[in-house]
């Protein structure tokens, strides 16, 4: 169900949205209104829009789609991480590496575990930079790198932690 929203926005039914998407606060390391605001702002509703169905202010809204976006990104680093933990292959990648020397130092690793990875080394190289982001510039390894492949055959690229 629809409703319009300020300057005749249509405003999706947030509870129609989290329902089909099999929202469970229980299980969630979001809050009902992170979901919320983060279900809406997907399909596109302004935040001040938002922020006049919920009864709040922009702010507010604009505070807690932060708050939802950086737990979302906490989870995935706490997949990764796991995922790195498991897998049966781990390749370090010093900072200041050649990022085509990266292929050959998996594949090494793969072999002696008996691993098949699932990238020929154009598409690995790039796995890895897109992954890494700004830790790779060009050939460039700028920052410390961790390299998993998991027993299919997946790659999985994490970036060294920052110190705090």
């Known amino acids: 169900m629809s409703d319009v929203g ?8 947030a ?14 390391v979001l809050t009902r209104r992170q979901a919320e605001v983060l279900a809406l702002r997907e399909r596109g509703v302004r935040q001040a829009t938002i922020a006049d169905r919920l009864g709040t202010s922009r702010a507010n809204v604009s505070s807690i789609e932060s708050s939802a976006r950086d737990n979302v990104e906490k989870a995935r680093e706490t997949v990764a991480f796991v995922g790195a933990l498991t ?4 390749v370090e990648i010093p900072a200041g590496s050649d990022l085509y020397d990266v292929p050959t130092q998996v594949y ?3 072999d002696d575990v008996g691993v098949k990875v699932s990238h020929a080394a154009p598409d690995l190289m ?7 982001g700004d830790a790779v510039a ?3 390894v700028r920052e410390r790198l961790f390299v998993g492949v998991t027993n299919d055959g997946q790659v999985r690229v994490r970036r060294q932690a920052n110190d705090r």
């Open 6 to 13: 300020r300057d005749d926005e249509t405003v999706p039914d």
């Open 15 to 28: 509870d129609d949205l989290l329902d089909e998407a099999g929202f469970d606060p229980e299980r969630s």
């Open 87 to 90: 897998a049966p292959v781990r």
């Open 108 to 110: 090494d690793a793969c």
């Open 126 to 132: 790039k796995v890895v930079s897109d992954a890494a």
């Open 138 to 140: 060009g050939r460039e």
